[in-house]
């Protein structure tokens, strides 16, 4: 081989290196760039961070008004419930004060008698009189307190009010009637407070 021909071909080698290096570095300038780090976020919106925060302070606004609420309530239960025995009590009171002229009546009518045995009052007349009067006054103490007494002698027996200790003949009154109240019954209204204890008829005997 000449010299001109080995420049020739050491030049071909050259060239071809050339064009080689200069399509690896077309290749890697055409590749996209590597995306390993994610994209940014968007900002989030002004207006709903502004909206959250307003939400956020309403919630703790209703909050406080809900735990306030709550509060009030247990204590407005509170104070019904002691008013309620309150009352109870002073109308407790005012019925048993209402008792206590009654028994100094009692007191004044038995003031001679003894402490036992047997005991006839120096004026029977007035002693009885004076029993009567007390009787009316205890009648009205309960008639005040809105207490009334159930019929009993001379009416229909009626389980409801009626507690009947026993049923015998009688010659007059009719079957099922009450002849003999053996303790008074009584009322508040519509409630019963004691049912009277009665002896009913059973119709003339046979």
Known sequence: MS????????????ELAAERAAKVTEDVASQPESSEAEPAAEPFPVEAVQKIASLSEELESQKDKY?????????????????????IDLAEAKALSALFPV????????????AEGDWTPSDPTAFAKGVRLIREQLRKV?????????????????????????????????????????????????????????????????
């Open 142 to 206: 309960l008639s005040d307190a809105g207490v009334e007494e159930i019929p009993a002698v001379g009416v229909p027996f009626d389980p409801n009010v009626h507690d009947a200790l026993t049923q015998m003949p009688h010659p007059t009154t009719p079957k099922d009637q009450v002849i003999q109240a053996f303790a008074s019954g009584w009322k508040k209204g519509d409630k019963i407070l004691r049912h009277a204890q009665v002896i009913v008829s059973s119709g003339p005997a046979a």
């Open 67 to 87: 735990v306030r609420l709550v509060a009030e309530f247990d204590n407005f239960r509170r104070r019904t419930a002691r008013e309620q025995l309150e009352t």
């Open 103 to 114: 028994v100094d009546n009692f007191e004044r009518a038995f003031a001679e008698a003894p």
């Open 3 to 14: 010299e001109s021909e080995s420049e020739d071909s050491i030049k071909s080698a050259a």
